[in-house]
């Protein structure tokens, strides 16, 4: 069995590049995640030694992106991963569909990463009123830091309606771009767009009459969220946080619960790793939600 390439994404370059180099596959492009992955992906790595090559942070990637509760020993929960792509390998993502959520141990290399972010606040949609406001958000990064946001969408719904739509390019504080292959956003797109802190006062505007803030995977996006408000000096709005990886789990008792899975078993047509499309599917899977109770 092959590992597929949604999961060999989610590891480093670092941890790519020494799977590489130890099994001396040759003439590949270790400037290219995409190639890294599609060669390691050919050459057919037995997940038991992939298991050698996986960081503590790295399972912790991986749980975070299959909606599975990162509690206990991260080898068992990584052996379970695998266990479940030789089970299941028709039904997780195509090959040519990369992950957004990726942890790499170099995280702590760059700057403005900030390693105490506040945890998570989350509420059940129950308990925050069947037509009560709230805000879907998402977010494109360019680097492992989580200070670099290049992308932000806000979807506003009302009840069982989106009342707001919201899309802005940010230039993050480094010229590095590590994820262009996914979202397809360069230097180049953001090189003379605004700052976080000074799109700051437009989208904070956003939050006003929000009970909670839905985010797919939240912790990534919270994350982002608070990493970018302390590197602008500019404070967080203090909704909680909804996560529907969680709530399509909780509701639906999907044992994958990754983006693309969740609108597929709903009929809600996804761009995936654009910002606007990903935080309209996360607005309409509460919004179904709420309708499914």
């Not at 992906?41 to 399972?59: C, D, M, N, Q, W």
């Not at 403005?112 to 406001?133: A, H, I, R, T, W």
């Not at 904070?204 to 590197?231: P, R, W, Y």
């Amino acid at each position: 069995m092959n590992l597929n390439i949604a999961i060999l994404s989610l590891l480093g370059r670092d941890t790519l590049k020494r799977i590489i180099l130890d099994f001396k596959l040759k003439n590949i492009d270790l400037r290219s995640k995409k190639k890294m992955c599609e060669a390691i992906h050919s050459f057919g790595i037995p997940p038991k030694t992939f298991l050698r090559y996986v960081s503590e942070l790295e399972a912790k990637a991986m749980c975070g992106y299959y909606g599975i509760a990162d509690k206990g020993n991260y080898t068992d929960i990584i052996e379970l991963l695998l266990r479940e792509e030789t089970q299941n390998i028709n039904r997780i993502l195509p090959d040519n569909v990369f992950p957004k959520r990726t942890i790499s141990s170099q995280q702590n290399s760059y700057p403005g990463l900030q390693s105490s972010v506040p945890p998570v606040l989350f509420k059940n949609v129950e308990n925050l009123g069947q037509y009560g406001c709230f805000v879907a958000i998402d977010f494109e990064t360019a680097d492992y830091g989580r200070d670099s946001a290049c992308s932000i969408a806000l979807v506003k719904v009302l009840g069982d309606q989106i009342i707001d739509r919201a899309q802005f390019l940010i230039r993050p504080p480094r010229r590095t771009f590590e994820f262009t292959y996914l979202h397809g956003i360069s230097w180049k797109h953001v090189a003379n767009e605004p700052k976080f802190h000074e799109l700051w006062p437009q989208i904070h505007k956003k939050f006003e009459g929000a009970e909670f803030i839905a985010a797919h995977n939240a912790s990534f996006d919270q994350s982002v969220l608070m990493a970018c408000c302390q590197n602008a000096d500019v404070s967080p709005p203090t909704l909680p946080f909804q996560c529907t990886v969680r709530l399509a789990r909780k509701t639906w008792k999907l044992r994958r619960a990754n983006l693309p899975t969740v609108c597929t078993f709903l009929g809600i047509p996804l761009k995936h790793h654009d910002a606007a499309s990903d935080a309209e599917a996360c607005a309409k899977i509460v919004i179904a939600a709420r309708q499914n109770g």
